[in-house]
Structures are given as structure tokens and as C-alpha cells.
């Protein structure tokens, strides 16, 4: 009953990291497992879920569509009622699901971001290293241009060549 107590209750609105104490059974350790080693189907699940403080507007949204349902079985028509019921169910497990979820798909996450960033990082190497390239080769062009018997030498036209080249290989 500490739940239900008003420090209780401001705990797991608060989204508190512990409040498994408050609902879930001392016997349990925060990986699920009882004293003993044994280890019941739910009880891992819920309390991961409890575990999480940051999962309490969902299960405040799934309780306020229970909640609404059961006025909206007298009051509303079947369809909205199921609605209802049906959105209330879906909120009540998306906790455990999502954390199941996240749970599998750390190592594969962690894994695809460290290959994006190796590969953020091979491009912009790449275009450090190009940028250096296009220097080197816009300089050894500028030579050609900036020496004194150039007018004689090259065209206004070779001269538009040589400087739209500068990027091709």
C-alpha cells in the first residue's frame, strides 16, 4: 500500500529512476531475479518497466483511456468503445514492449552509428584531401598564366580551358 500513499504516488508521477520499491516486490532485485535464482515470465518485464521512470505518461495515458472506456460503454457507441478500449491496451503494454525493443537494439544501434561516423569521417577526409589537390593543381595553372609572355603565348580561349580544368583529373 506504500503506493498509494501520497509520497508514493508524487514518486512515480515524478518519474522517479527506483520506484520499483514502491510497487514491485522486495524480493526481486532490479534485474527481475528473486533471491532464490528463480524467475517468474512477468516478472523481468515488469520490472524493467518499473525500473524506467521515464515511461510514466504513457502508462498515465493508458490508464485514462481504461478509464474512459468504461463511461464510453454506456455512453458512446461499440466502435468508439472498442476505440478506446483498444487504445488503452495498446498504451498499457508499449512500456515493456518498447523497452524489450530498446534492449535488442542497442549493440546493432551502437554499431550503425559508430559506422556512420567512421564514414562521416572518410568523407571529410576525402574532401580535406581534395581541396589540397585542387590547390596544388590551381597553382601549377596559375604559373602558367601569370608569366609575362602569356598574351603571346596562350588565347583568352586556352586560358578559360586551363582554369575550367583546374577540378578535372
Sequence with gaps: MKFLSPLGFGLLLAGCSKPSSLIAPSSLTPSGIGLDGSQSAGDSLVSI????????????????FLLAAIPAFFIFSRK???????????????????LEVMNHL???LAVLLGLGGAAALAFFLGRLWDRRMIRKRAEEEAEKLV??????????????EIVTRITEK
Aim: no cysteine; proline share 8%; charged share 10%.
Design 49 to 64: 518497466a518499473h525500473s524506467s521512470g521515464s515511461l510514466w505518461p504513457i502508462s498515465l495515458a493508458a490508464g485514462l
Design 80 to 98: 468508439q468503445f472498442f476505440t478506446l478500449l483498444a487504445v488503452g491496451i495498446l498504451l498499457a503494454i508499449s512500456p515493456v514492449v518498447l
Design 106 to 108: 542497442v549493440i546493432p
Design 147 to 160: 608569366s609575362s609572355d602569356t598574351p603571346d603565348r596562350i588565347s583568352d580561349r586556352q586560358a578559360a
